[in-house]
């Protein structure tokens, strides 16, 4: 693109000499300025992000799943990424993992996937479910905050290391730094184990009951 500018700066600038002008008569050529700001509304957004292309996410995906639920919601809840039903449906966390965290939110804090907002770190299935990496996560994060700073959440669930770590940029181990409460920006962030992990380790659901009676009993203060 640099290339290309330089060659039509030059351009002009010898058609203009043999027109009679001086290098200093006119203003050269400039590039059109491009309007980088993100759009101001969710549903702006989410129409950019379904033409998104900037990574090579783009390339193998079925669907962008942007995220889903109440666009004023007080909890945000962060996942890793799309799977492959995710992938398929363009929503977030309708396999196995989302009829697990829908059971958590229903059974512990009294909510429904439609009072929180569920979005992931990447909004394009990584291939073969694996984590994304760090130029795919930067590459959307842009999209990610402009999500917070529009639902302005009350209090952020990270689900899962990669959700805790792309986020506030700390690599400490979810086993360590979950449950644990933080502050990010000016909403509460809670990180717990993502419901895939608990599918796997079911035994490890205690510690997500105990998590989430941490933003339960937050929640009582709003």
């Known amino acids: 693109m640099k ?5 039509l700066l030059l351009k002009q600038l010898y058609q203009l000499k043999q027109l009679g002008y001086k290098y200093t008569d006119v203003t050269p050529y400039q590039e059109e300025k491009i309007d980088l700001l993100l759009p101001d509304t ?3 957004l989410q129409k950019q992000a379904m033409t ?3 990574c ?3 390339k193998s995906r079925k669907k962008v799943v942007f995220g889903e639920g109440s666009p004023h919601a007080d909890i945000l809840i962060i ?7 995710e992938d398929s449906s363009g929503k977030p966390f309708v396999g196995r993992s989302g009829e ?6 229903e059974n512990v804090l009294g909510l429904s996937r439609a009072d929180v907002y569920i979005t992931n770190i990447v909004k394009c299935r990584p291939p073969n479910n694996r984590v994304p990496t760090p130029t795919e996560a930067h590459t959307c994060q842009p999209y990610l905050l402009k999500q917070i700073e529009l639902i302005a959440p009350k209090l952020i ?7 805790y770590h792309y986020l506030t940029g700390d690599d400490t181990g979810i086993t360590k730094v979950r449950g644990t409460v933080h502050t990010y920006q000016k909403a509460t962030l809670i990180p717990t184990y993502h419901p895939s992990y608990l599918l796997r380790n079911p035994s490890a659901k ?6 989430l009676l941490k933003v339960k009993e937050l929640m009582k203060q709003w």
């Open 3 to 7: 290339n290309l500018h330089n060659a």
């Open 100 to 105: 697990l965290l829908s059971k958590m939110l």
């Open 52 to 54: 998104c292309h900037l």
């Open 42 to 44: 969710l549903k702006s």
């Open 56 to 58: 090579d996410l783009s």
């Open 79 to 85: 996942g890793e990424g799309p799977g492959a039903t």
């Open 206 to 211: 205690k510690e997500v009951f105990e998590d």
């Open 157 to 163: 669930l990270t689900l899962g290391a990669t959700a």
